[in-house]
């Protein structure tokens, strides 16, 4: 089955360490993005690639640095600049083309500082 | 700038009735187009209904349905006949422009509890 594949479910981080989360798709979506929620909220986008070695800062990038290397992958890492890092990352992937077109969501990991 | 408002924090509704979830927003843009997603407890977002800006019905999935109100910039979401698994967060969301490139914005959510 196609999908987006996040891991791992949960992640713990401590003081002044840099983590790394996964996001594996086989949907053979152009476009990734990474999101994060705070409890009770709205998602928020961190960061955004619509193709291969290309990204762009989404609205609370800082803290945050994205590559993509693979169509496939597009991996988070939340670096120790960010002091407030414990929330749920989603990670979504969309086709391109029309507007219609929704986007396409992991299960999410959810990130605690120790 | 373009935002969501979803004014319900929570809502409690009995088993078979339909309920109504808010959902208004604000844009310069003539071309919009309006997405609903469902978040359950375990996290993951399920996507359920769209409504284009220059969609002259309403759209409907099931037991899904949009109420779009233009001119008041609403987009509610209609469930009929809710299920105990309709229980979750529901999201209402918002895309600029006719492109899968525009990012799109969520609201905050409401939280959607069915009682039996």
């Known amino acids: 089955d196609g999908g987006i594949t996040q891991s791992p479910k949960y992640l713990f981080r401590k003081e002044g360490q840099n983590v790394t989360l996964s996001c594996e798709q086989n949907l053979n979506h152009d476009a990734m993005y990474w999101y994060r929620q705070d409890p009770g909220q709205g998602l928020r986008l961190i960061y955004y690639?619509?193709?291969?070695?290309?990204?762009q800062k989404g609205d609370i990038a800082e803290g945050y640095s994205v590559s993509r290397e693979k169509k496939e992958s597009f991996p988070l890492t939340v670096t120790s600049a960010q002091k407030n890092p414990t929330a749920f990352y989603l990670c979504?992937?969309?086709?391109?083309?029309?507007?219609?077109?929704?986007?396409?969501f992991g299960d999410g990991t959810r990130l605690s500082i120790l | 700038a373009q935002k969501i408002t979803q004014t319900q924090p929570g809502m409690f509704v009995q088993e078979k009735e339909a309920v109504t979830l808010d959902c208004t927003y604000d844009t310069s843009d003539q071309s919009y187009g309006l997405f609903w997603y469902k978040q359950p407890s375990s996290g993951e977002m399920i996507f359920l209904i769209y409504?284009?800006?220059?969609?002259?019905q309403n759209a409907t999935e099931g037991r899904y349905s949009l109420n779009f109100q233009k001119a008041r910039k609403s987009a509610n979401l209609v469930i009929s006949a809710s299920q105990l698994g309709d229980s979750a967060m529901y999201f209402c969301a918002m895309r600029e422009g006719y492109s899968s490139a525009s990012k799109i914005i969520f609201g905050s959510g409401t939280r959607l509890s069915i009682r039996p």
């Open positions: 409504q284009g800006s220059y969609d002259e």
């Open positions: 979504a992937s969309q086709t391109p083309g029309a507007g219609s077109q929704p986007q396409h």
């Open positions: 690639s619509q193709i291969v070695n290309d990204f």
